[in-house]
């Protein structure tokens, strides 16, 4: 009996393009709660890997997300590059919870990469 079927049906993959806000994030909780329809274990990886901009209303339903891939026996993990979305995930204590992963083959594997970007370079003010 070969397990890649059943854990293909597991595993799911979401992809966000462009900026998440107040006005495009209620869409975004949709289609994260759409995904997780069902009852079984389930894997899912949300690629924020282009985003343009994120905000602070993505948060609530990515935790959302990760609660009920947690109460479900299986995780959600985020991809993203941008080093601003970093910066959201830290200032909202979620670091690590949402650790960084390159791609959605890295989220998949569970290699996390290596965080400590900043998001912009400090300007000197005292000029």
């Known amino acids: 009996m070969n397990p890649h079927p059943d854990l293909l049906d597991e595993y ?33 990886v949300v690629d924020l890997s282009d985003v343009t901009f994120v905000d602070g209303s993505v948060l609530d339903p990515l935790c959302t997300a990760w609660d009920d891939c947690r109460k479900r026996h299986g995780w959600a993990r985020v991809v993203y590059t941008r080093p601003c979305t970093g910066l959201l995930l830290r200032a909202g204590s979620l670091a690590e919870r949402f650790p960084r992963y390159a791609s959605a083959q890295d ?17 000197n003010r005292s000029a």
């Open 12 to 44: 799911r993959v979401v992809r966000a393009r462009g900026e998440l806000d107040l006005t495009t994030t209620p869409r975004f909780a949709r289609t994260l709660a759409a995904v997780r329809h069902g009852t079984g274990r389930l894997f899912l």
């Open 107 to 123: 989220a998949w594997r569970g290699i996390a990469s290596e965080g400590g970007e900043r998001c912009s370079p400090a300007v």
